[in-house]
């Protein structure tokens, strides 16, 4: 592969000609910088143009086909051994991604990723040592995870968070299926290993992959006969039994399933292609380093110049006249699993968020649930203390209790628990509670248990909601269409989408505070920031989409204030996406869990925002006018306050 010099890292620029079948043990990061090509990877086709890019695992079968426009490719294989161990789950960051969702990601930081690709070509152009390129790779490879991370913001809004043991268990299970894939698999025999319900883990693997257990297996199984079929004279029915198939017909039904075509065609219409395209070279003779740079920086100047324009802002302070209201019903709900409340640190999480943030209300998923209550050992005396600090902290707090005919668990579990609350707690509590009943059925057995809940629940003055079907929030907020911030405020927040995986305070929460601060009057409206009042106050918002989308390049802003009679303190919040990610600093989220107050205090300072104060005298002179340079770089979001003395 080229890796002869520096022994990590290779990069080759070619064309695509006609069409190459083919894998290996190094990730591959393939970008088109000229013309376009079609690539398959998985099950997926992607038209992928000029300036756009995709990660391709180890030892993941693709086929590049040429289009009607002549392209050039530039591909950075990276050796996997020093990737995984590094990043020893860097595999199953990318595994756990669906390619789709990956290309949007990876594209969206493109500009960033495409420079650490530039200083890697430059160092290996200079033939420098190995431990410098080793040190550049690192960082390159950190960019590429944090596209995959699933707790930043970005221009589809908040990716979901997975709780560290949900997310570990998911990684497991994919483990599980690539290895043993050729085997018979049950889903039984890893919930008891994982020592969870059949019925939880095959719902949560649902839920956080997309896909049924029992897919995902059958696409490892398809994806391994996929390569069997090209490099192997072996019959289908060989292929199928060795890929964990029972029968010839289930392996035919799910290979359609994937990719539209029956194993048989499949092999008659690409196996001699790929036979071709392995005894010759698949691509053009590498060129050099120098050209390899030149049609990487080719790309990114006109992004580059798009984020140098200077923007002026001019506020008139003696104007009170409001564009629209910045409707601050937001923070009405707050929403969490069970498992969000259930330990020390999540509390204090919690009571973060309240004291910056301050939301209304909470709503609590899954506090009854047996799988909550078995797996933290939650008793009766526990759930009341959650129940107590979570009506101390909000107004009003709603707890989601979920029956059917089959699991009436959580309403058993419910009922025991507020009857004996309010044995401790005075009556006046039940105001502040509130039940969100859902259905999972319309059992007659179903409806008669829950009028029977729901009699208890009047007997205590408690109120209700049912659902046929409770809709918690969506695991990601919708695709950005329009005003970013529109789509940060106009649903339920997550308190799992407000922390890194390691528990600390991720670049959701700088923007939900920051949106906090704001006023409700918006006097200023513009793309990426916005301006508000609050009587004699000023907030300034600049959220660049929220993320680090662009070449990190600096954006001037020049701020003129008018009518500026009385004294100001200026108060100015950075918040650098990129910089600020500390999510590398614990490499094993189960030493968060012994961190003292204190050591977790002084980590989770490394990613506060900046912070700077100045002070503005007030003019005498009503046409005077006051200037202020507010630099913003394209990974940052700013929160300018100017408060009157």
Not at 199 to 204: I, P, T
Not at 337 to 353: D, H, P, T, W
Request: hydrophobic share 40%; with cysteine; glycine share 4%.
């Amino acid at each position: 592969m080229g890796f002869e010099e520096n022994g990590v890292v290779f990069l080759n620029q070619s064309s695509i000609i006609g069409q190459t079948f083919h894998w290996h043990d190094e990730l591959e990061l393939l970008i088109v910088v000229e013309g376009s090509i079609d690539l398959k990877v998985g099950y997926e086709w992607f038209r992928i143009k000029a300036g756009n890019m995709m990660l391709i695992n180890s030892d993941e079968i693709h086929s590049i086909k040429e289009t009607n426009e002549k392209n050039i490719v530039i591909s950075v294989y990276i050796d996997c051994n020093i990737t995984y161990e590094k990043y020893p789950d860097f595999y199953e960051i990318v595994a756990l991604w669906p390619y789709s969702e990956a290309f949007n990601k990876l594209n969206q930081r493109r500009y960033i990723i495409m420079e650490h690709v530039s200083r890697l070509a430059v160092l290996i152009k200079k033939n420098e040592e190995k431990e410098k390129i080793i040190h550049h790779l690192d960082a390159f490879l950190k960019s590429l995870i944090y596209c995959y991370r699933l707790d930043i913001t970005d221009l589809d809004g908040a990716a979901f968070q997975i709780t560290d043991d949900k997310m570990d268990m998911i990684y497991r299970v994919i483990k599980y299926l690539y290895t043993n894939y050729d085997q018979k698999v049950k889903l039984q025999e890893i919930s008891e290993q994982e020592y969870l319900s059949l019925f939880y883990l095959s719902h949560k693997f649902k839920d956080i992959t997309g896909f049924s257990f029992r897919d995902w297996l059958n696409f490892v199984r398809v994806e391994k006969a996929e390569k069997m079929l090209l490099e192997t004279p072996y019959p289908i029915t060989e292929i199928a039994c060795h890929c964990g198939f029972s029968d010839v017909r289930y392996f035919n039904k799910h290979f359609m399933k994937w990719y539209k075509i029956s194993p048989t065609k499949y092999r008659k219409l690409f196996r001699e292609s790929y036979e071709m395209q392995t005894d010759a070279q698949r691509f053009e003779k590498d060129v050099s380093m120098t050209e390899i740079i030149n049609k990487i920086e080719a790309i990114v100047p006109d992004q580059r110049e798009e984020t140098r324009k200077k923007v002026d802002i001019i506020i008139d302070l003696d104007k009170t006249s409001v564009i629209e209201r910045f409707d601050p019903t937001w923070k009405e709900n707050l929403w969490c699993r069970a498992s969000n409340v259930l330990g020390y640190r999540q509390k204090k999480q919690i009571e973060e968020a309240q004291n910056d943030i301050g939301f209304v209300s909470i709503i609590v998923d899954e506090l009854f649930s047996s799988e909550v209550i078995q797996t933290e050992d939650a008793s009766v005396g526990e759930i009341h203390d959650i129940l107590n600090f979570l009506l101390n902290s909000f107004s009003k707090v709603y707890l989601v209790v979920n029956c059917s005919k089959e699991d009436q668990y959580e309403v058993e579990t419910a009922e025991v628990s507020l009857k004996s609350f309010f044995r401790f707690y005075a009556k006046s509590r039940a105001t502040q509670l509130g039940f969100k009943i859902d259905m999972a059925d319309n059992e007659e057995e179903t409806k008669k248990r829950v009028e029977e809940f729901i009699a208890l629940l009047s007997s205590c003055h408690v109120r209700y909601e049912r659902y046929e079907k409770y809709k918690k929030p969506s695991d990601s907020l919708r695709a950005v269409k329009g005003d970013y911030i529109s789509n940060l405020t106009d649903s339920e927040i997550r308190l799992d989408w407000l922390y890194s995986k390691n528990g600390f305070r991720n670049n959701l929460y700088y923007m939900y505070l920051f949106l906090a601060q704001m006023g409700e009057a918006i006097v200023l409206k513009e793309d990426g920031y916005f301006v508000t009042r609050k009587e004699d106050d000023v907030q300034i918002l600049f959220y660049n989409e929220g993320a680090a989308l662009q070449y990190k390049q600096e954006t001037p802003y020049n701020l003129t204030l008018k009518n500026l009679n009385a004294d100001y303190k200026v108060v100015h919040y950075v918040w650098d996406s990129e910089r600020d990610d500390i999510t590398s600093i614990i490499k094993n989220y189960k030493v968060i869990k012994h961190l003292t107050d204190t050591e977790f205090k002084v980590i989770e300072r490394a990613s506060a925002p900046m912070v700077s104060v100045e002070y503005i005298e007030g003019k005498l002179a009503n046409n005077e006018e006051c200037g202020l340079k507010l630099p913003l770089f394209s990974t940052s979001i700013r929160l300018t306050l100017l408060i009157k003395i």
